[in-house]
């Protein structure tokens, strides 16, 4: 079963005419995932990979049933464009793109919310429910198919930690990336929400990083909910000095908020086992 | 009043704001305060207006609240003092407002602010118009915080912006081109090497420690930071390539942590996903060639195309590793001068 995409999905890819887009559906059907089509207004009517390109979302969707989307659109543009898949109701829609205005993302999350579509991301390696389906642009070799729920806000902590996972002979049932930026589609909370529903589901690795709160509201709703299945969770950025973006645009400690430390103090109270190295998150999803 | 305009909060308390009486007095205080540095931001500016007789002051501000998803009004009649303490203190001293994302802040939701606040009559008209303006603003240059602290009301019953900051949103740069203009000459608080840095695009940040770090991705980076510290090393650097580097920017990325002089050992860690590990080992001899690698430099490489980045690395006489948590240490040992 696993969450939000699987063999089920049939996703389209706008800008698949770009290099990130063109690359990424070769790797992505590669893998076995359903892409049916590809959007770049004025392109349409060429292919990519074997694929359909269309000059709108309406368009592709009509004609190829489409009912997921990925976006490789650059920033200033990609507001359009997710808004053009949220018009459709595509779901999930996972938007890779990174520099985002926040202006921009929260208007595109109040009409998602409106139009009830999931947008994974902005700024995120994307989702995979490995041996089913990967919509995004991590290296798929590194995953398997297993009973733990992985979600992340960073990209190659994401891979580091779902490699260790499979060294560890834990498989995953879905892993994605939350997304960088400080506006996202989905929390933490979301995600355990869909965890807890999901069977095949087992148990969930939080990787989490500074800045905002999503890993206290997260603590907070697993506390409250007796939440049923073992989590264990890594924070990024105890060195990490206040007013200082880490990279990501949502990595920053803004006054008192966002430390890591009251995240990894929050996760403890709540009974979540903090793992203070990638590595360790494995460690303590073995152990039972 | 003669008051430091700097890219950084808090001026008043580390000394940026002074009052004067005469013109003599200001003189004085103009000098005293032009050139001095106020929380490591050099002053080159002042602004000099009218003393306020002051009867109260508010905060209001914009702010981005990242679970609700929306920008959020706060206001208070507990102004001119750390906000956050307020919030956290007396949270119950602080009115919040959300705003419909992609809707305005409308003149009759300011006017029941005003009156939430305290005020009637002319006055509610006043603040309301100013709270109004304040959004707006706010939201057509796409801010991440928008506020003035202290909002003064004067014993003549006026409202002025003692104080207003804003922080715009780097992202949205690209719509703000007059801004950018604007403002270029302003980057005082980067040192020389984070200019260079995002000259280049990189993600840095100077540290004051002496392990020069680069990785690719935020969050690894982070980790490897926390890592080092963890087994008793002390990080130089953030530095993030970002995904899928080529040889080039991995180059750049060892050129500018090297230039700090305080880097004593060079840590280097790729989890290669787009970016390819043979790319990665390509940059780093570009850099030994062209600079010699100065420092001893530990490399973690595991990833896409892993055997041939190895290959490269061991030709050419590097060692590397495969784990996070050995290469740390290692890099911690040579820091501390080990062979």
């Given amino acids: 079963m696993a969450i939000l995409v699987g063999s089920g999905t049939k996703a389209i890819v706008q800008n698949i005419t770009g290099s990130q887009g063109t690359f990424h559906t070769k790797l992505m059907l590669g893998y076995g995932t359903k892409i049916v089509g590809g959007v770049t207004p004025g392109k349409g009517g060429r292919q990519v990979e074997g694929v359909p390109v269309f000059d709108t979302v309406n368009e592709a969707v009509s004609k190829t049933g489409a009912n997921a989307s990925i976006i490789f659109v650059p920033a200033p543009f990609a507001r359009d464009a997710t808004l053009e898949a949220v018009s459709h109701g595509l779901n999930p829609i996972v938007v890779i793109t990174?520099?985002?205005p926040v202006r921009d993302s929260m208007d595109l999350m109040a009409r998602a919310k409106e139009k009830g579509c999931v947008i994974v991301g902005p700024n995120t390696p994307g989702i995979i429910t490995p041996g089913e389906c990967k919509l995004g642009i991590m290296p798929s070799h590194l995953f398997k198919r297993g009973e733990v729920g992985l979600a992340s806000r960073s990209g190659t902590l994401t891979y580091e930690i779902a490699a260790s996972l499979s060294r560890a002979s834990l498989g995953q049932s879905t892993c994605l990336g939350l997304g960088g930026d400080p506006i996202v589609g989905l929390s933490f909370v979301d995600i355990l929400e869909m965890f807890r529903k999901d069977p095949e589901t087992k148990s969930v690795a939080l990787v989490g990083e500074i800045g905002g709160n999503?890993?206290?509201?997260?603590?907070?709703?697993?506390?409250?909910?007796?939440y049923p299945k073992p989590v264990a969770a890594y924070v990024a950025g105890r060195t990490a000095p206040p007013g200082k973006r880490m990279g990501h645009a949502g990595a920053?400690?803004?006054g008192k908020t966002g430390t890591a430390e009251s995240k990894l103090e929050a996760l403890k109270a709540a009974g979540v086992k903090v793992a203070l190295k990638?590595?360790?998150?494995?460690?303590?999803?073995s152990k039972k | 009043m003669v008051k430091a305009q700097?890219?950084?909060?808090?001026?008043g308390k580390a000394g940026g704001i002074k009052l004067a009486d005469t013109p003599?007095?200001?003189?004085?205080?103009?000098s005293a305060i032009l050139g001095s540095k106020i929380k490591g931001e050099k002053v080159t500016t002042l602004l000099v207006e009218k003393k306020l007789a002051i009867a109260r002051e508010l905060y209001v501000g914009l702010v981005v609240d990242r679970s609700a998803k929306c920008y959020t009004l706060l206001a208070s009649q507990v102004g001119g003092v750390d906000i956050e303490e307020v919030a956290q203190k007396t949270p119950e001293k602080i009115i919040k407002r959300p705003l419909e994302p992609g809707r305005a802040f409308e003149g009759f939701q300011a006017r029941e602010l005003a009156q939430s606040l305290g005020y009637k009559g002319t006055q509610v008209v006043e603040l309301s118009a100013f709270i109004t303006e304040l959004c707006s603003m706010a939201t057509e240059y796409d801010s991440e915080l928008t506020e003035s602290n202290p909002m003064v009301e004067t014993e003549a019953g006026e409202f002025v912006a003692a104080d207003l900051r804003m922080i715009v949103d780097d992202n949205s740069l690209f719509r703000h081109k007059p801004l950018l203009e604007e403002t270029r000459d302003v980057e005082h608080e980067l040192s020389p090497l984070e200019v260079k840095a995002r000259e280049k695009g990189l993600a840095y940040v100077e540290l004051d420690g002496d392990v020069g770090i680069v990785g690719n991705g935020a969050g690894l980076v982070m980790a490897t930071l926390d890592m080092i510290q963890d087994y008793g090393g002390r990080p130089a650097n953030f530095c993030d390539v970002g995904g899928g580097a080529s040889a080039q920017r991995i180059a750049d990325a060892l050129e500018v942590v090297l230039g700090n002089p305080k880097v004593k050992a060079l840590f280097l860690n790729i989890m290669g996903g787009i970016t390819r590990c043979d790319e990665v080992s390509k940059g780093l001899l570009e850099v030994r060639e062209k600079m010699g690698l100065t420092k001893p430099t530990v490399i973690r490489l595991v990833g896409t195309n892993e055997e041939e980045g190895r290959k490269i690395l061991q030709?050419?006489?590097i060692p590397s590793l495969e784990t996070m948590e050995d290469a740390a240490a290692r890099a911690v040992e040579l820091a501390k001068g080990a062979k």
């Fill in chain 1, 252 to 254: 920053i400690i803004m």
């Fill in chain 2, 315 to 317: 030709d050419a006489g």
């Fill in chain 1, 214 to 226: 999503a890993e206290e509201l997260a603590a907070q709703y697993i506390k409250e909910t007796k």
């Fill in chain 2, 6 to 11: 700097v890219l950084v909060a808090g001026r």
């Fill in chain 2, 24 to 30: 003599d007095d200001a003189e004085k205080a103009a």
């Fill in chain 1, 278 to 285: 990638p590595g360790e998150i494995a460690t303590l999803l």
């Fill in chain 1, 98 to 100: 990174e520099g985002i």
